[in-house]
């Protein structure tokens, strides 16, 4: 059985798209979050999941926060964390406790558009094609290997917003895809 935490600052939808999967060899034990607001603890009530919250400005550094995180996901025995839109860069010391255990779900095409805003980047840069990858999380910024990638066309009607609608479709379509082919 494959104990899994979700991570996500605000993205519910993502959250959802996870929480939808039908895999009985994962376990979806905790929602985690960063912002005491966040919509995902709606999302964790209404399945009944463990929710907890760990502001990062309670805290004097990343390393401080991530211990306090850590401690928390080894007490509940998790093995398996998906950023799903998790918008915080996690330090050495928490890959290093989950070395090819922490997954991201990217809105681009990497290597191309990496950062936080990877839909405006491909929409500015005018490409005819970008989509999503998810991939494992290394110390780098969205340099960790791939694992897959899902591609989407920009129509000629698209204005950003409809770009990036259809982008977190296939992110949300990619990350079920990823949790749904799991085999513990």
Sequence with gaps: MCNLAIFSTADDKIVRSILSCRNNRVKTKLIITNVPDSPVAEVAKKYNIKYRCFDHRDYKDRVSHEKDIVRFLKKEKINLVIFAHY?????????????????????????????????????????????????????GLDTGEIILQKAVPRLEEDDFHSFKSRVHEAECDAIQAFVESLVV
């Design 87 to 139: 918008m915080r860069l996690v330090t050495k010391y928490f890959i290093g406790r989950f070395k090819n255990r922490v997954i991201n779900v990217h809105p681009s095409l990497l290597p191309d558009f990496k950062g936080s805003d990877g839909y405006r980047y491909a929409f500015e840069a005018g490409v005819k094609e970008s989509g999503c990858t998810i991939h494992y999380v290394d110390e």
